[in-house]
Structure formats: C-alpha cells, structure tokens
C-alpha cells in the first residue's frame, strides 16, 4: 500500500542516502544547456535493469544468479494479474551521484528508444537544495517501453540553474 499524496513525493532517509518514491513522468522537451562541469557535483555509479517479458513459446531459463531473480521478483511484487506485470515490464535507471555543496539541482534522464530512432525523451527529478549522497530511480516501463521499445541510448545530467554540471553517458549516446 502507497500513501503519497497527488503530485507530491515521498522522501526517505536510508543509510544516508536520500531516496525518492516516485516516478518521473516525461516532461516535454529535453532542451540542449551548456557544460560548465564542476567538481562540486559527481556520479558516483549507475545500475540498469531490464525487466522484460520471456519470449512467447520459449522455455523460461531459471537463473541461477540469485541477486537476478531477487531483483525480478522485487520489481513484479504486488502484480495481481497480466496487466499488472505489463505495467512493471521494461529498463529501471537507478543512479547514485553526491553534490559536494548545497545547491538546487535537477537530474535528468535524456533517452533514446528503437521505435522512435532519433527522439529524445527526458524525464527529471528536482532536488531542492541538495548536499550529500543521493539515489535517484528512473522506470520507462509499460505502455511507454511497450509501445516505444527498448531504450538504445541514454544520458543522465546533474542541472544547476541552467548549466549541467555533472554528466554520465552511455557508449552509444551521440
């Protein structure tokens, strides 16, 4: 059971990492800002996770990596029926980055997806004077990971005013 209120998050202090409860809808545009990178500001590490459906007819393959099946059963927890599995289906971004300074940041998530070949998406966490170690969680999942396919590149930016300030990317971002 959630209890967030509308349009409000839910923020936890866990192990002194600052996390947040809710997802990003897509906002919409991913305007181009400036670098101006600053040793303030850093990511500190990344994981991905896909959660994807097994192909129709094919055998499912138990894993034997129990860290794998945890994470699948975590994301699916709660899933009642089909649609419910749908909507949990596609790519988890989790980034844990620090800001070394008190500053309002935003971090955002710029992606790529197959069916849309070039488009760029974007989704965006705000962060009001923010200091410390945080854990940022990003799904593209459902009728957008359905629809649009799997994500083929992305980039992840730390914003500070209107400058980014922190940037991790994948090897095929351009």
Not at 114 to 132: F, H, I, M, S
Not at 146 to 163: C, F, H, N, V
């Amino acid at each position: 059971m959630r209890c967030l209120l509308p349009g409000a998050f839910l923020a936890m202090l866990v192990g002194g990492i600052m996390v947040r409860a809710e997802n990003p809808l897509p906002i919409e545009s991913a305007n181009v800002l400036p670098l101006a990178i600053s040793d303030d500001f850093e990511f500190r590490k990344f994981e991905i996770f896909k959660n994807a459906l097994p192909n129709p007819g094919a055998t499912p393959i138990p894993t034997k990596d129990l860290m794998v099946d945890f994470e699948r059963k975590h994301r699916l927890w709660g899933a009642l029926d089909g649609a419910d599995v749908s909507a949990r289906t596609g790519q988890y971004f989790t980034f844990f980055w620090r800001a070394k300074r008190r500053a309002n940041l935003t971090i955002r998530l710029e992606y790529r997806q197959a069916y849309l070949k070039n488009y760029v998406q974007g989704r965006e966490l705000d962060y009001p004077n923010a200091k410390g170690s945080h854990k940022s969680e990003f799904a593209i999942v459902g009728n957008d990971y359905e629809t649009d396919g799997p994500i083929t590149s992305w980039r992840a930016i730390l914003i500070e005013g209107r400058k980014i300030v922190a940037l991790l990317q994948s090897r095929t971002w351009q």
